[in-house]
Structure formats: C-alpha cells, structure tokens
C-alpha cells in the first residue's frame, strides 16, 4: 500500500517551491502557490489523499501536471 511519505519520495520538488520543498521562503516570498486554494488545484481522489495530495492543472504553472503536495 502507498503511503503519505512514499508520495514525498516521488514528488517532484522546484526551487520554486516552498521551503523545505524548494529554496522559497513563505515569510519573504508570501505569493500564489499550487494548492487547495488554487482554483487550478485537483485533489487526488479518496479518503486517505484528497485532503493532502492533487495536481496542478494551470498550463501557465511550473507544477502544471505535478503530483503536488498541498500544505
């Protein structure tokens, strides 16, 4: 079975990113990211993901297409 740490393994991380994922800082580089308040944010389907875990679907973004971790 897939677990929550598994999905952070395969996870494609960007120094676009949010610390500790990427080299940006939420307290000098508080802006847009790819998450659930992001209209272009799908949540994975299921109980045990969907409140964690989607996928950017904004063709413009650097995650367009990523497995994206939420939080």
Not at 4 to 18: A, P, Y
Not at 19 to 26: C, D, L, V
Not at 53 to 59: H, I, P, S, T
Request: negative net charge; charged residues 30%.
């Amino acid at each position: 079975m897939v677990t929550h740490q598994d999905l952070l393994e395969i996870v494609t991380k960007l120094d676009s990113d949010f610390e500790p994922y990427g080299k940006r800082s939420r307290d000098e580089d508080w802006g847009p990211d790819c998450s659930c308040g992001c209209w272009h944010y799908a949540n994975l389907e299921g109980e045990k993901w969907r409140y964690d875990w989607g996928v950017c679907l904004n063709q413009r973004s650097q995650r367009f297409g990523l497995l994206t971790f939420e939080h």
